[in-house]
C-alpha cells in the first residue's frame, strides 16, 4: 500500500536523577560528596533509507519513545545513556511540526533528500547531576543533586514527496502507464478506463549512458490545484522532479475530449498549484498516433506548443524556452517514437542534474538550524498577570527547571531560585509590575516573589 503522508507523536527518553551521596569508607572519617550524574535519555531520530518506497510502517502505530536514562549512583557511578530511537522513513520525506490541537501544519524541521540523511526530532533529557557538581569554597557537603530533565516532545508531519527526475503527467487515460512500462521496467496497472492508476509509480530509465527516474502521477482533471479528484495528493509529488513531461491524448478518449483543451487544462492547472510549476523545464508528448485521424490534431498541438515556448521566451523565437519547442510524437501502445521520446528527456535531465550542481553548494544542515530555532525557543518564557497578585511564568526551559527541582530539599529550592534570576526572570516580573509577596506559578507549584533576594547570597557561587 502506498502511504505519503502521516502524523506521528515523538518523545524522548526522560533524563535519569543524579546522586546525593557521601563517601563511606573505613579510616575515612569526613569522606566528601560523590554522587554520579543520571544518564541522558535517547533521542528520536528520523532517518532517510533508500530502500522504502511508502510510509506505510507509521499508518496503524503513532506514538513511539526513546529509552530514558538510568538514574546514577553513589561511588560516582554515572547513569546508562538511553538507547536512541531511529525511525526509517522513505528518501524525500519532508518533516514538519504539527499542531495536534489546532490541526495545523507548522515549521519545516528537515527535507530528508539523501540516503542515510538524520534530523532529531524529539531530544531525550539531559540526566541530571549529582551532588559533586555542586561543591563550593563554602559549600563543601551539599546535600542535593538535581532530578532528570524531561524530554521534549510533540507530534510531527511527515510528508513522502517522490525523489523523481521526470513526471509524467495528463489527463486520465492519456497513457502515461503505458509509456513508463515501454521506457522502464516498471509494471503499472493498465486498462481502458479513466484513473486506472491511483498511486504515483516510479520507473529507472535508461538510454545510452544516460539514466533517469520517472514517476508516472495520476490522472489529473480540472480544479486538481484546488484539491478536486485528489489533485493536491498527485500535485505534491511533481515538486521535486527537474521535469515535466506532458502527455496529450490525441484521441481525446471515449469521453471525446478536445487535446488541446487538455494541453491548457493541465498547463493551468500546474501554474495554479505552485508558480514556479509554470516555468519547470518539460517535454510535449502527442500520444496514440497509431489511431487513425489523429494527425490534424497532431499539427495543432505541435503549433500550440510551439506559440507557448516562444511566449515563454518574452516573444523571441529564437531565444531559450523552458518548454521545449518540439512535439514529440508517439504511441506507447506500439513503441513507436518512445525510444527518441526517451533519449530526449535522458539527455535534458542531464542537461538540469549539471546545471543544478553548479548552482547548489553544501546542502542545508537541516540538524544545525532545527537545533539553533528550538534552543531559541526553549529559553523564551512568557509572563501573564492572573488578577489579585498572582502571575503566570510558562516556558519550555522554565518549566524543565521546576520539573527537575526537589521541593522537599531546601538547597535544591534554593539553586532553582539561583537559575531563576540568572535566567533574568526575576528582573521581567519586576519590569510587569510584580510586587514582593505576589504569587507565582510555574506548572503546579507556586511561591511567593522576592525582589530583593539574591541566590547568590543564600547559596553562593554555583558551577552552573
Known sequence: ?????????????????????????????KGGPDGGDGGHGGDVILEADASLSSLIDYRFKHHFKAQRGTHGKGS?????????????????????EYFEDSKETGELIADLTHDQERVTVASGGRGGRGNT??????????????LGEPSTEGWVELEMKLMADAA??????????????????????IADYPFTTLVPNLGVCRSGDLSFVAADIPGLIEGASEGRGLGHEF??????TALIVHVVDLTGDWEGRDPLSDYEIINRELALYADELAARPRIVVANKIDV????????????????????????????????????YCISA?????????????????HELREA????????????????????????????????????????????????????????????????????GIDQALEKAGAVDGDEIRILEMAFDFESAQTAEDIFGELDL
Not at 8 to 28: L, N, T
Not at 171 to 184: D, F, N, Q
Not at 292 to 321: H, Q, W
Not at 357 to 379: A, C, P, S, T
Request: hydrophobic fraction near 40%; include cysteine.
Open 292 to 327: 487513425a485521424g489523429t494527425e490534424e490534431v497532431c499539427k495543432k498541438l505541435a503549433e500550440r506548443v510551439k506559440a507557448d515556448s516562444i511566449a515563454a521566451a518574452g516573444g523571441n523565437e529564437f531565444a531559450p524556452s523552458p518548454i521545449d519547442p518540439k512535439l
Open 1 to 29: 500500500m502506498f502511504i505519503d503522508k502521516v502524523r506521528i507523536h515523538v518523545k524522548g527518553g526522560d533524563g535519569g536523577a543524579g546522586c546525593m551521596s557521601f563517601r563511606r569508607e573505613a579510616h575515612v572519617p
Open 235 to 240: 500535485l505534491r509529488h511533481i515538486e521535486r
Open 168 to 189: 509524467l503527467v495528463g489527463m486520465p487515460s492519456a497513457g502515461k502507464s503505458s509509456l513508463i512500462s515501454k521506457m522502464s521496467a516498471a509494471r503499472p496497472k
Open 76 to 96: 560516582r557511578m554515572h547513569g546508562a545513556r538511553g538507547e536512541d530511537l531511529i525511525l526509517k522513513v522513505p528518501v524525500g520525506t519532508v518533516v514538519h
Open 356 to 423: 543544478a550542481r553548479d548552482e547548489i553548494g553544501e546542502g542545508v544542515q537541516y540538524e544545525h538550524v532545527w537545533e539553533l530555532k528550538r534552543e531559541k525557543r526553549d529559553r523564551h518564557f512568557d509572563i501573564t498577570p492572573l488578577g489579585g497578585g498572582v502571575w503566570r511564568v510558562s516556558g519550555p526551559q522554565v518549566e524543565r527547571w521546576v520539573v527537575q527541582t526537589d521541593w522537599e530539599n531546601e538547597e535544591a529550592i534554593a539553586f532553582f531560585q539561583h537559575r531563576f534570576k540568572r535566567a
Open 333 to 349: 501502445l506500439t513503441g513507436e517514437g518512445v525510444d527518441g521520446l526517451k533519449a530526449a528527456i535522458a539527455t535534458k535531465v
Open 133 to 146: 557538581h555542586f561543591v563550593t569554597s563554602t559549600r563543601r557537603a551539599p546535600s542535593f543533586a538535581e
